[in-house]
């Protein structure tokens, strides 16, 4: 059991740090690639979603990874799309350096409200693909990854100690001015609590309770992605550098940026 435990939190952290230095790297790269990067996450989103329906009544081990990553790969689509600024908003301009309260508000809203629209059609292909099936790891995933980042993105806009706007790509520059930066916010102490005790409640039965096999790597693989946005909380807030993990998918940001002003010859 503690074998198969370990191979499930080996598999979760590097499919959550990998993917998403991947996406970082190419959301970085010139808008000429871009094209090709949509068209090749379409695929494999659509590839993922034909997954979720293989293996919905398959309660091995096996299928429990294939759905996590099937989830994975799904939630990779709208991540892409968003930091491509394919799926982003109406909005796409800075905040009005005077907007305050619901007009701040407002304005953020519509930054990003087709990728709010975004998430909610894929949260729905994802539980028709698995429909009444037994194997929900897939659902579990993607429900998770969603409410930790909606927990995120009003973090961020209430007010982090760290930002993250490193991760933005150049032609999203303007959704910095929708962050704000603070010690903490109001509804932090909430989020972080409540993830962390997920993540606690998770292991603490995976531990505690006796499961089969198909039960011990799926909630090896939740608990896991839990602590990993638990982490991802903690880090806006601590005086720590946020995108310490993913520098190097961060390299193409810097490229870029460094072939855009004029005279600067980016590093080979």
Known sequence: ?????ALAVAFALFAWWFSTGVILYLDGLPPRTFPWTMRGATVLAGAALWGLVHTRHDLSMAGAYCAFTCALLVWAWQEVAFLLGVVTGPRRVACPPGARGWRR????????LYHEFALIVLAIAVMAC???GDNRVGVWTYMMLWVMRQSAKLNVFLGVRNLGEQMLPPHLAYMKTYFRQRPMNVLFPFSVTLTTGAAGAVWWHLLQVPTGPYET???ALIGTLLAAGALEHWMLVLPLPSDALWRWGLQSHRRERDESLPGVTPPA
Not at 1 to 5: C, E, K, R
Not at 105 to 112: D, E, G
Request: charged share 0%; glycine share 10%; hydrophobic share 55%.
């Open 1 to 5: 059991m503690t074998g198969t435990i």
């Open 105 to 112: 508000t407002s304005y953020a809203v519509q930054a990003v």
């Open 130 to 132: 698995v429909g009444p």
């Open 217 to 219: 790597v799926a909630l």
